[in-house]
């Protein structure tokens, strides 16, 4: 297994998730934009991320990497909104929530690593 596989397997297996869960929602006008929200959020990093590793340098990598920090922290945000409107129970949607924040806790990990290397984002 390559370098990153793992953190690109958990990152694919988030974005199935969020698309199975927002196949749930209720096909009401709030249901559908929050769908709709943490479709664009929730599936992003896992691509983000595959860009991120084919770099053109260290910085370009950190800067896509820090892309990929900010949509697992807005997808975060909505799956706190969704919990708040009572749609789904925090139990729905715990592990996810979980496994979102864990992520986000590693790409930032791997962010101020780069950081203390002396490696500085463009963005």
Known sequence: MAKGDDIQERLVALAANIVTFCSGLPKTAAGSHLANQILRSGTSPAP???????????????????????????????????????????DAIRATREECTSLARIIGASIRTMKERGVASSG
Not at 66 to 79: H, M
Request: no cysteine; charged share 30%.
């Open 48 to 90: 983000n991320y595959a860009e991120a590793r084919g770099a053109e340098s260290d910085r370009d990598f950190v800067h896509k990497l820090r892309v990929v920090l900010k949509e697992l922290n807005e997808t975060e945000v909505w799956l706190q909104i969704i919990v708040r409107t009572g749609i789904v129970s925090p």
